[in-house]
């Protein structure tokens, strides 16, 4: 029977045409699955079902979400991501070594960010989530601030550039957290099996979108930051220069980090869709 299946066109790239042909005539594709974004099962005879494809440096894994959760995507994970939940597997692998399945591999990872490479390739960055309190509600957060300064590609001097990049891609400089930043279309923040795996943002072409950050391991969240990322539907993104913020253990040590960052005028602020729950 014919699944009610959404596969882009970068799915389709990465599994082929014909066997992207037999998932949506229904031959490879399960009717049940769990959502590999909110874990509740679906049913991709009865609802639009999306294909996400999880891709290592030598394998992939092809997963299914509801299109309410999530587009269909190739997310870019790490091989030893992968390996674990291949060797759970006990259907049949498809070509090239794409294993189709309905169970999304499962990861662990630290409750702040793991620094990943930034635009520069000298520097790294950091990434802390946590909940900000703005005009009496609670807002999710992340708060980003690189190892070293960033300075424009190709340029030869030392000025760290990091601010006004991010001010160029439409962030907005932040005095006070007084009020929600201005939501940035085309960037958006990519959460999938309840974790935090990616900062996209467009590409200069209209293409698929790019990561502007990625999880070297997909980021555990708090209940509370996932609960109100799903009330909301969005996500401030804060910014830093190196020293401005540092790693502080409490939300309410971060807080006071960014206000003063923010008086002192290094911070800059967007809110991103949500992609995924």
Same mark, same amino acid.
């Given at each position: 029977?014919?699944?009610?299946?959404?596969?882009?066109?970068?799915?389709?790239?990465?599994?082929?045409?014909?066997?992207?042909d037999r998932l949506l005539a229904g031959q490879?594709?399960?009717?049940?699955?769990?959502?590999?974004?909110?874990?509740?099962?679906?049913?991709?005879?009865?609802?639009?079902?999306?294909?996400?494809?999880? @891709?290592?440096?030598? *394998?992939?894994? !092809?997963?299914?979400?509801?299109?309410?959760?999530? %587009?269909?995507? /190739? +997310?870019?994970? &790490?091989?030893?991501?992968?390996?674990?939940?291949?060797?759970?597997?006990?259907?049949?692998?498809?070509?090239?070594?794409?294993?189709?399945?309905?169970?999304?591999?499962?990861?662990?990872?630290?409750?702040?960010?793991?620094?990943?490479?930034?635009?520069?390739?000298?520097? @790294?960055?950091?990434? *802390?989530?946590? !909940?900000?309190?703005?005009?009496?509600?609670?807002? %999710?957060?992340? /708060? +980003?601030?690189? &190892?070293?300064?960033?300075?424009?590609?190709?340029?030869?001097?030392?000025?760290?550039?990091?601010?006004?990049?991010?001010?160029?891609?439409?962030?907005?400089?932040?005095?006070?957290?007084?009020?929600?930043?201005?939501?940035?279309?085309?960037?958006?923040?990519?959460?999938? @099996?309840?974790?935090?795996?990616?900062? !996209?943002?467009?590409?200069?072409?209209?293409?698929? %979108?790019?990561?502007?950050w990625q999880a070297h391991q997909p980021l555990q969240?708090?209940?509370?930051?996932?609960?109100?990322?799903?009330?909301?539907?969005?996500?401030?993104?804060?910014?830093?220069?190196?020293?401005?913020?540092?790693?502080?253990?409490?939300?309410?040590?971060?807080?006071?980090?960014?206000?003063?960052?923010?008086?002192?005028?290094?911070?800059?602020?967007?809110?991103?869709?949500?992609?995924?729950?």
């Amino acid at each position: 029977m014919p699944r009610m299946l959404d596969v882009s066109d970068a799915v389709r790239a990465e599994i082929g045409d014909e066997e992207a042909d037999r998932l949506l005539a229904g031959q490879n594709a399960p009717g049940s699955y769990d959502c590999t974004s909110c874990r509740t099962p679906g049913n991709s005879e009865q609802e639009r079902t999306s294909t996400v494809l999880f @891709v290592g440096d030598e *394998t992939a894994v !092809l997963a299914f979400a509801h299109a309410t959760c999530l %587009p269909s995507q /190739v +997310v870019q994970v &790490t091989e030893e991501q992968l390996q674990g939940a291949v060797r759970s597997i006990n259907g049949n692998t498809g070509p090239s070594g794409r294993v189709p399945e309905q169970t999304p591999p499962q990861w662990s990872a630290p409750e702040q960010a793991v620094p990943q490479k930034a635009m520069p390739e000298q520097a @790294v960055l950091g990434i *802390t989530s946590g !909940l900000v309190l703005i005009a009496g509600e609670l807002h %999710p957060a992340l /708060v +980003v601030e690189p &190892t070293a300064p960033i300075a424009r590609p190709g340029s030869l001097g030392g000025a760290d550039e990091f601010l006004p990049l991010l001010i160029e891609q439409g962030y907005a400089p932040v005095t006070e957290l007084a009020a929600v930043p201005p939501v940035l279309h085309g960037w958006s923040v990519l959460l999938a @099996v309840g974790q935090l795996h990616a900062v !996209l943002q467009p590409q200069a072409n209209g293409g698929q %979108p790019v990561a502007w950050w990625q999880a070297h391991q997909p980021l555990q969240v708090t209940d509370g930051w996932r609960a109100a990322a799903n009330k909301h539907q969005q996500v401030i993104m804060f910014a830093a220069p190196v020293g401005s913020i540092g790693r502080q253990p409490r939300e309410d040590l971060l807080r006071d980090a960014l206000d003063k960052a923010a008086a002192g005028g290094r911070l800059v602020a967007a809110t991103l869709p949500l992609a995924g729950t």
